[in-house]
């Protein structure tokens, strides 16, 4: 069983970064893809950024420039790196991976940036 731990969330000053994480942990014979999505109140769940086995990335329109997916194969560890936060980057973060075809989820973790 594939289990997602997200940490590193909180709350920042506007201009201010956070790094999330994210540890995989269980059986995870081969990770396709990793990446992290938010969500606010109302609104659809939207990708942030996501990373490729193969190292591609790529990222949403609004944080490009600002945010930084890496992954530590060693740690089975994925980060989101964020700088210049907005408060528009308030919101749930969460991870998600695909191990073998299926997709799994973590349980979330807040980013507030306030101003």
């Known amino acids: 069983q594939v289990q997602l731990v997200e940490s590193g969330g909180g709350l920042v000053q506007a201009g201010g970064s956070l790094r999330l994480s994210c540890e995989v942990s269980?059986?995870?014979?081969?990770?396709?893809?990793m990446g992290w999505y938010r969500q606010v109140p109302g609104k659809q769940r939207e990708v942030v950024a996501r990373?490729?086995?193969?190292?591609?990335?790529n990222y949403g329109d609004s944080v490009k420039g600002r945010f930084t997916i890496s992954r530590d194969n060693a740690k089975n560890t994925v980060y989101l790196q964020m700088n210049s936060l907005k408060l528009e980057d308030t919101a749930v973060y969460y991870c998600?991976?695909?191990?073998?075809?299926?997709?799994?989820w973590g349980r979330g973790t807040q980013v507030t940036v306030s101003s």
């Open positions: 990373m490729y086995s193969g190292g591609e990335t």
């Open positions: 269980g059986t995870v014979p081969s990770i396709s893809a």
């Open positions: 998600r991976v695909t191990v073998s075809g299926f997709l799994y």
